[in-house]
């Protein structure tokens, strides 16, 4: 890509979504339980306020709760998101064009860009940010980014339980004996999506019903952390007070009151 490409890319209107159900089943209240003093969810609120392409942030919530929360921290909720949208099986999808749907109702208008931040995913660098929307921004072909970080081992070299109890691979058809034993460094690098940074094109996502298309641009992170179990909340807030040096944490420390627990 030569400088002179880089300077025909036209001024683009960009919105983060950032979906927020209430109702999760592994860790009550997840998306807005205190991690290090400040609901989860503020930290992705944050950094995208802290992203200066970033034009608008929207939590997309099915909870009033949740919604006067994420104001509190400076985003929009101009909708709570039907119940249909919001149960366990929901998908990504649903979140999305549910999204766009109601731009178009009340807007009469939609972002191009769509800059996915799961709450799930709390510690972003917003320059990251940049970063990742420069990059998409500037490759024609690209449909759309995924961020992941690099996995210690490849999945060749894990297991799944079969129907006796015992160990088994994933990969049966591989010829070689015990392949699962074999040195990581004779498999591909593998790459765990993260959930850090995911940007949509709209124009892809108005043309089918994909919603990455067939050309996703890789966007690979430090290795970071998801919130899914009690433990991994109790992992990131001592990462948090050890360090005490993200940029988020500093902004939220220096404007924001902590939270009861």
């Not at 034009?55 to 119940?83: C, D, K, W």
């Not at 998801?226 to 420390?253: A, P, S």
């Amino acid at each position: 890509m030569n400088s002179q490409e880089l300077e025909t890319v036209q001024p683009q209107k960009i919105s983060a979504l950032i979906p927020a159900r209430d109702g999760s089943k592994g860790i009550k209240g997840k998306n807005i339980r205190s991690l290090a003093g400040y609901p989860m969810i503020a930290y992705s609120i944050i950094a995208a306020k802290l992203c200066s392409e970033i034009g608008q942030v929207v939590v997309s919530t099915n909870s009033q709760h949740y919604a006067e929360i994420s104001m509190n921290y400076g985003a929009e909720v101009p909708f709570l998101r039907p119940s249909k949208y919001s149960q366990d099986t929901s998908e990504d999808s649903d979140v999305v064009l549910h999204y766009l749907n109601w731009c178009r109702a009340n807007l009469h208008t939609i972002p191009d860009l769509i800059i996915y931040l799961r709450p799930t995913t709390p510690l972003r660098d917003p320059m990251e940010l940049s970063n990742a929307i420069f990059k998409l921004q500037n490759d024609k072909g690209a449909t759309s980014l995924r961020s992941a970080h690099e996995l210690s081992e490849p999945p060749q070299k894990m297991f799944k339980l079969n129907a006796e109890g015992n160990w088994e691979g994933f990969f049966p058809d591989d010829p070689r004996t015990e392949y699962f034993n074999l040195p990581r460094q004779l498999f591909p690098t593998a790459y765990h999506p993260n959930g850090y940074i995911d940007i949509l094109k709209t124009s892809v996502l108005e043309s089918g019903n994909a919603l990455f298309g067939d050309q996703i641009m890789a966007y690979i992170t430090p290795n970071t952390v998801e919130i899914d179990l009690l433990e991994d909340f109790e992992f990131l807030e001592y990462k948090i007070h050890r360090c005490n040096n993200h940029v988020l944490t500093r902004y939220l420390m220096k404007n924001y009151k902590p939270c009861s627990k």
